[in-house]
């Protein structure tokens, strides 16, 4: 897939080409995922994964660390297509579950860490609300480009509401 996603624009992508380049009938790729739709976003959910978070001593580090990471992978054109290709992966919705789940697991991992150090840590749905949604939001409505510093921003903004 990510050999077709590389040589061919996503228009020309298609499940008979997917297919032969996994020496599989296009039935098989059918039966697994419906359909290409499907297909892009189970692919989205597996590549829009930065890397594990990030542990540099304190919460509020590695959720600003964490945060840049995951503007910089979702901000990069490959990036905001699998995000296109993740929320309208079937009707279902399924493969945008998986990655609002992923994106949680993410999370908690740091907040677990800060747990374990005596840390304040902010809840998870509110690290959503505030840094997640916005960057996802920005990047699939507004711009081609986050401003500089913006994921920072929002992880400020977060402690800032949580600390009044």
Same mark, same amino acid.
């Given at each position: 897939?990510?050999?077709?996603?590389?040589?061919?624009?996503?228009?020309?992508?298609?499940?008979?080409?997917?297919?032969?380049?996994?020496?599989?009938?296009?039935?098989?790729?059918?039966? !697994?995922?419906?359909?290409?739709?499907?297909?892009?976003? /189970?692919?989205?959910?597996?590549?829009?994964?930065?890397?594990?978070?990030?542990?540099?001593?304190?919460?509020?580090?590695?959720?600003?660390?964490?945060?840049?990471?995951?503007?910089?992978?979702?901000?990069?054109?490959?990036? !905001?297509?699998?995000?296109? /290709?993740?929320?309208?992966?079937?009707?279902?919705?399924?493969?945008?579950?998986?990655?609002?789940?992923?994106? !949680?697991?993410?999370?908690?991992?740091?907040?677990?860490?800060? !747990?374990?150090?005596?840390?304040?840590?902010?809840?998870? /749905? /509110?690290?959503?609300?505030?840094?997640?949604?916005?960057?996802?939001?920005?990047?699939?409505?507004?711009?081609?480009?986050?401003?500089?510093?913006?994921?920072?921003?929002?992880?400020?903004?977060?402690?800032?509401?949580?600390?009044?």
């Amino acid at each position: 897939m990510r050999t077709l996603q590389a040589e061919h624009y996503r228009g020309d992508i298609t499940v008979p080409r997917i297919a032969e380049l996994a020496g599989v009938a296009p039935s098989t790729i059918y039966r !697994r995922w419906g359909d290409l739709n499907q297909l892009l976003a /189970d692919v989205a959910v597996a590549r829009l994964r930065p890397e594990g978070p990030p542990d540099t001593g304190s919460v509020q580090g590695d959720l600003t660390a964490w945060a840049a990471q995951y503007a910089e992978e979702t901000g990069s054109a490959t990036g !905001r297509e699998f995000l296109r /290709d993740m929320v309208s992966g079937g009707p279902d919705c399924q493969s945008g579950f998986r990655g609002g789940q992923y994106t !949680r697991e993410r999370l908690e991992i740091i907040l677990s860490r800060g !747990r374990d150090r005596g840390e304040f840590t902010p809840a998870a /749905d /509110d690290i959503l609300d505030v840094v997640v949604a916005p960057i996802v939001y920005r990047l699939l409505f507004e711009t081609e480009e986050l401003p500089q510093g913006f994921a920072h921003a929002l992880i400020d903004r977060l402690y800032q509401e949580r600390m009044h």
